[in-house]
C-alpha cells in the first residue's frame, strides 16, 4: 500500500510537470494544421497521411491499409515506436528526424510538412497523443 500510494504521489508530480510543459487545448488548434492529412477520433480513416489515433506506443510506419513511403517501411522494419517525444521533434523536419533516425542521409518522407515552432510542436504533440490507449510518454 505504501508502495502504491508513493507511486500514485510520483504520477501526480509528473502529470503537474506535463500540463506545465505541454497544453493538449492548445494543441487542439494546431492540430488544425495537420487536418488536412491527418484524422484522429472516432472513425478516423487513413487520408494523405495515416490515421493517428493509438500512434503513442505504435510502431512507425504501421496504420493498417495506409501506403507509407520506403524510409517509414524501413523505419518499420527498424522496429522504431512512437512516443510523444519523438512526435514533436519528428514534425519540426520528418525528413531530417529520418535521416538521423535511421542514420540514412538518403531518407526520404512523404509528409511534406513542418513545424517550427516548439510550443506548438509540443501542445499538438499532447493533443494527439490524447487519442492514445497507452500512457502518453513525457
Ligand atoms: C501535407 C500533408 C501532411 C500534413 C499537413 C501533416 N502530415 Fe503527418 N504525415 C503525412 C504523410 C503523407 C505521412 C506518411 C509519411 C511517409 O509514409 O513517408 C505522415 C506521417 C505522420 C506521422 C507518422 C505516422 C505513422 O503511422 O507512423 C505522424 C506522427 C505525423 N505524420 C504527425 C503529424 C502532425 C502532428 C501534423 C501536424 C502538426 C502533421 N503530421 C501534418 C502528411 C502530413
New binding site residues.
Partial sequence: MKILLSALAVITLFSGQIAVAQDVDAGKK??K??????KVGENAKNG?????ND?VG??????EG????????A??AAGLV?DEA??AD??AN?NDY?KAALDDPKA??????K?KKEQ??KD??A??ASFSAAPAAD
Fill in positions: 494546431v492540430f494544421k495537420c487536418k488536412a492529412c491527418h494523405v497521411g495515416p490515421d493517428l500512434i505504435r510502431v512507425v510506419g504501421s496504420a495506409y501506403k507509407y513511403s520506403k524510409t517509414f517501411k523505419a518499420n512512437w519523438s512526435i519528428y514534425i520528418p529520418m526520404k518522407t512523404k509528409m511534406s510538412f513545424m506548438q510542436r499538438v504533440a493533443y494527439v
